[in-house]
């Protein structure tokens, strides 16, 4: 008797064992929260409501960026997705959507990027788009220290 509760005991170790870990939850990094604030920030200026901050479209513009730093690539389609397909293969229902991607070289900052956002009429008006009501921001770095940043704004669909 007693070998057979060693042996289920051993068993039930050996289960335990190979469960997988769970997976983390994902959350936004702090720099990913300062460029949604700044971006809030420049809605603010023109009197716009703030956008709020989407884990859902986040994880969405980090697989981006992280996509975009793997490649070395600063584009809206990679792998043949747009920013369409990549909100659709998420699940992410939108009756409006549109992205900004930016980068720099080692030694940049974020404000850089709000700057050259703001200085491009197509990436401001994706900022200033009345019609948006939240923000997915992902921030990835490739192996030399480069960073790639998208931006996702969706109004969704209830």
């Known amino acids: 008797m007693k070998h ?3 042996v289920i005991l051993f068993a039930g170790s050996v289960a335990l064992a190979e469960q997988p870990a769970q997976p ?28 709020k901050l ?12 992280q996509n975009m730093a793997r490649q070395g690539k600063l584009d809206h389609t990679l792998d043949e997705k747009t920013p369409f397909d990549r909100l659709k293969a998420a699940g992410y229902k939108y009756l409006k959507a549109g992205e900004n991607i930016g980068g720099h070289q080692e030694g940049g900052n974020m404000q850089m ?4 956002w703001m200085e491009s009429d197509g990436h401001r008006a994706n900022i200033l788009n009345p019609d948006y009501t939240e923000i997915g921001i992902g921030i990835a ?3 030399d220290g480069n960073l790639y940043y998208t931006q996702v ?5 209830k």
């Not at 936004?28 to 603010?44: G, M």
């Not at 989407?54 to 960026?65: D, E, G, Q, Y």
């Not at 990027?113 to 050259?116: F, L």
Request: net charge positive; hydrophobic share 35%.
């Open 4 to 6: 057979l509760s060693m």
């Open 24 to 51: 983390k939850k994902f959350e936004s990094t702090k720099s990913e929260i300062e460029v949604s604030k700044a971006t809030n920030a420049e809605r603010k200026k023109k009197e716009l409501p703030p956008l």
């Open 54 to 65: 989407s884990l859902a479209l986040s994880k969405i513009a980090r697989a981006h960026s």
């Open 113 to 116: 990027i709000m700057t050259a």
């Open 141 to 143: 770095e490739d192996k």
């Open 153 to 157: 704004f969706a109004k969704p669909r």
